[in-house]
């Protein structure tokens, strides 16, 4: 994969002709949308490898070939399209200053890595891939959970004698859902987050982080890169933005001696959360790249060919 650098497509390069033009951004963050832009294209390309690839074995394959996709490769594919396009999201966001949705994604982005990293390391962790059949599983044997939820929303407004739009669960497919979470709850025993179903042993997103970098995998790749040290900065403080707590406030005035309530853009604001939003896309590509089998050389050959720089 990627045996020879590609340039940017007319896409890319009309989109950063058109940043490098916008006075409203500082240098800085031109030179971080170049970064990101780089990261962003390079998904793309490893997207249009694998499907080629799969193409091709799907030609070449008798009818009696499994079709089935290795659990690693399926979840990486959901996390390698989410990443691209909050990325994405990202992109444009910058080109309007909005810095603090920019944060709220940047808590996205670094939870899709922290449990993407930690199923890829899984077998190193825990000795067991089962985590990643847990995963894929996970969402379907979750159903259940949701209909008891909405099950006693109606119920509350109901003893009011107030009208709930929202249609139930056909009781037909009740048992169906009940019997998919007791499934569940046999198959992985240890997988709990307190009452509830979980996809893994470690049900706080802060363990799963530091268990990831307790293996010093990502040493081989990004030095003092720490996930738990994003987790405790870049997410903390992007939680209180999308949970709407108070510390909030301060997000959403101007710096000016008036502290008047700002809407729109703030540039200024804005430098430390887009050069976030790189370091965990940068984190998550390498990732995918250890899955697919890509080489680490050629992956960073083909970002620094796009303009991609750190200093």
């Known amino acids: 994969m990627l045996d020879e650098n590609k340039e940017f497509n007319m896409k890319w390069t009309s989109a950063l002709k058109g940043i490098k033009n916008m006075h409203s951004l500082s240098e800085v963050d031109?030179?971080?949308?170049?970064?990101?832009?780089?990261?962003?294209?390079?998904?793309?390309?490893?997207?249009?490898?694998?499907?080629?690839?799969?193409?091709?074995?799907?030609?070449?394959?008798?009818?009696?070939?499994s079709n089935?996709?290795?659990?690693?490769?399926?979840?990486?594919?959901?996390?390698?399209?989410?990443?691209?396009?909050?990325?994405?999201?990202?992109?444009?966001?910058?080109?309007?200053?909005?810095?603090?949705?920019?944060s709220i994604l940047n808590r996205s982005i670094l939870e899709n890595l922290i449990n993407l990293s930690y199923l890829w390391l899984s077998e190193k962790i825990n000795n067991s891939v089962l985590e990643r059949n847990a995963w894929i599983e996970?969402?379907?044997?979750?159903?259940?959970?949701?209909?008891?939820?909405?099950?006693?929303?109606?119920?509350?407004r109901e003893k009011r004698r107030e009208t709930v739009h929202t249609p139930s669960v056909d009781p037909s497919k009740i048992k169906d859902l009940q019997e998919r979470e007791q499934n569940f709850r046999e198959k992985y025993p240890d997988f709990k987050n307190g009452k509830h179903i979980f996809w893994c042993k470690h049900p706080y997103l802060s363990d799963r982080a530091r268990k990831v970098d307790d293996t010093k995998v990502f040493k081989n790749f990004l030095e003092k890169f720490y996930l738990e040290e994003l987790y405790r900065t870049v997410y903390a403080m992007a939680s209180d933005i999308t949970h709407g707590s108070s510390s909030?406030?301060?997000?959403?005035?101007?710096?000016?001696?008036?502290?008047?309530?700002?809407?729109?853009?703030?540039?200024?604001?804005?430098?430390?959360?887009?050069?976030?939003?790189?370091?965990?896309?940068?984190?998550?590509?390498?990732?995918?790249?250890?899955?697919?089998?890509?080489s680490h050389e050629k992956l960073v050959s083909q970002l620094h060919h796009l303009g991609y720089n750190v200093s």
């Open 30 to 65: 031109k030179a971080t949308l170049r970064n990101l832009s780089s990261i962003l294209y390079t998904y793309e390309l490893i997207v249009e490898e694998m499907n080629t690839k799969t193409r091709r074995l799907q030609q070449i394959a008798s009818n009696e070939a």
């Open 248 to 294: 909030i406030i301060d997000a959403y005035l101007s710096q000016n001696n008036k502290k008047e309530v700002m809407f729109g853009g703030d540039y200024t604001t804005m430098t430390n959360c887009l050069q976030r939003s790189v370091v965990s896309l940068l984190a998550s590509i390498i990732v995918l790249g250890e899955i697919y089998d890509i």
């Open 138 to 156: 996970y969402y379907k044997a979750k159903f259940n959970s949701l209909h008891k939820g909405l099950t006693r929303f109606k119920k509350h």
């Open 68 to 102: 089935k996709v290795e659990a690693l490769e399926y979840i990486s594919q959901y996390c390698l399209s989410h990443q691209y396009e909050l990325g994405m999201s990202i992109f444009y966001l910058a080109q309007q200053g909005y810095g603090n949705s920019i």
